[in-house]
């Protein structure tokens, strides 16, 4: 899973600037290809508190506005919904990613003694 805007970030310095307001979202994004629709996620965005989520998402919804509508019938329904995730500020993982980094990590096979 990779996370836009925490380079350089501890784990601990996450953790305060998400119980300062900070998210963790991810927008989506339509490309149509005339009969055929994709509907996509972008990767995972920090968004810090105070700052817009739409805003960050804009790339994403002007692909979907050029490349999403062509593809009949799933391009137009695709888009619509990829647009309102959007412009409700991305779909908000911050919940999930945080879980999964709170999770202790799978322990490492042993090595094959010779």
């Known amino acids: 899973m990779k996370v836009l805007g925490i380079e350089g970030m501890s784990g601990d310095q996450l953790q305060f600037e998400i119980q300062r307001g ?3 979202v ?3 994004y339509c490309i149509s290809i005339l009969v055929m629709s994709f509907r ?5 965005y920090f968004i ?3 700052e817009s989520a739409v805003k960050k998402g804009l790339p994403w919804t002007f692909l979907t506005l050029v490349a999403g509508w062509w593809g009949i019938p799933w391009g137009p ?3 619509i919904q990829s647009l309102v995730t959007n412009f409700q500020g991305g779909k ?3 919940a999930q990613v945080m879980q999964s980094m709170a999770r202790p990590a799978a322990p490492k096979a042993m090595a094959a003694k010779a």
């Open 40 to 44: 996509r996620s972008s990767d995972i």
């Open 77 to 79: 329904i695709f888009s």
């Open 48 to 50: 810090e508190s105070g």
């Open 92 to 94: 908000d993982v911050t």
């Open 26 to 28: 991810h927008y989506q």
């Open 22 to 24: 900070g998210k963790l």
